[in-house]
């Protein structure tokens, strides 16, 4: 809009479905498949992982702007079931 008010107001709204898709885009499911591990093989680091995305989720959904928080854990989330994945295939050769 060129206001610098009604920009940074604009930013205060909560996030959309659409945002979430355009910022975290495809890892966000294997994230969600990372949550569940992080549920399942409890351990203190998975239990610090599931905190962060709970959290994370909870303060993304109230402000935009706040979404950039998802961006680490989506990462690292994301990454438990690629990894178990890859451990599986490698015991396999």
């Not at 920009?7 to 294997?30: C, F, K, N």
């Not at 992080?38 to 709970?54: T, V």
């Not at 993304?60 to 994301?78: D, E, F, Q, T, W």
């Amino acid at each position: 809009t060129g206001n610098p008010l009604v920009d940074s107001v604009a930013e205060h709204q909560p996030a959309s479905e659409a945002a979430y898709d355009h910022m975290l885009g495809q890892a966000r499911y294997l994230a969600a498949i990372g949550l569940l591990f992080c549920w399942h093989q409890k351990s203190p680091s998975k239990l610090l992982a599931f905190l962060y995305a709970a959290v994370a989720y909870h303060y993304s959904l109230k402000m935009s702007r706040l979404m950039i928080i998802c961006g680490p854990i989506v990462s690292v989330l994301a990454g438990y079931p690629v990894g178990i994945l890859v451990d599986w295939c490698l015991e396999q050769v």
